[in-house]
């Protein structure tokens, strides 16, 4: 996929969450926050070469990269698997809502934003 089309998708994922109770509606939060996250960090990566357009990551660690990435971007990877490590536990488990988790999403999804504004200057 294209950058600008990763960009584009984030934003309608983030546009669409923000109809969400967070609380409520955890479930659609978190997986919205993975979805979003992943569409960041493939334009990212496709701009900074570690990937190519058509080769899309699916998850923060799948599949493997074969090239290093700078720090900022294995922060971003890092924050995103945070992300992604609950979603089992909501969206396939009997985990109960915990409104820490939710504040983990918005914070990690804000850093990885700006990270991702920052590198695709």
């Known amino acids: ?3 600008e ?3 584009i998708k984030c ?5 669409s969450a923000g109809k969400l109770n967070r609380d409520a509606d955890y479930e659609m939060f978190v997986e919205a926050s993975m979805l979003a996250g992943t569409h960041l960090l493939n334009a990212v990566l496709h701009h900074s070469g570690i990937t190519q357009e058509r080769n ?9 990269l074969d090239k290093p990435v700078k720090p900022e971007i294995a922060e971003m990877m890092r924050r995103l698997k945070q992300i992604e490590d609950l979603r089992s536990g909501y969206l396939r488990g009997k985990t ?15 850093s990885i934003r700006t990270t991702a504004h920052e590198l695709l200057r």
């Open 96 to 110: 109960a809502w915990q409104a820490t988790h939710g504040d983990l999403c918005v914070d990690n999804m804000e």
């Open 56 to 64: 899309d990551l699916l998850h923060s660690d799948k599949p493997l």
């Open 11 to 15: 934003e309608r994922i983030e546009r």
């Open 1 to 3: 996929m294209k950058i």
């Open 5 to 7: 089309d990763h960009i």
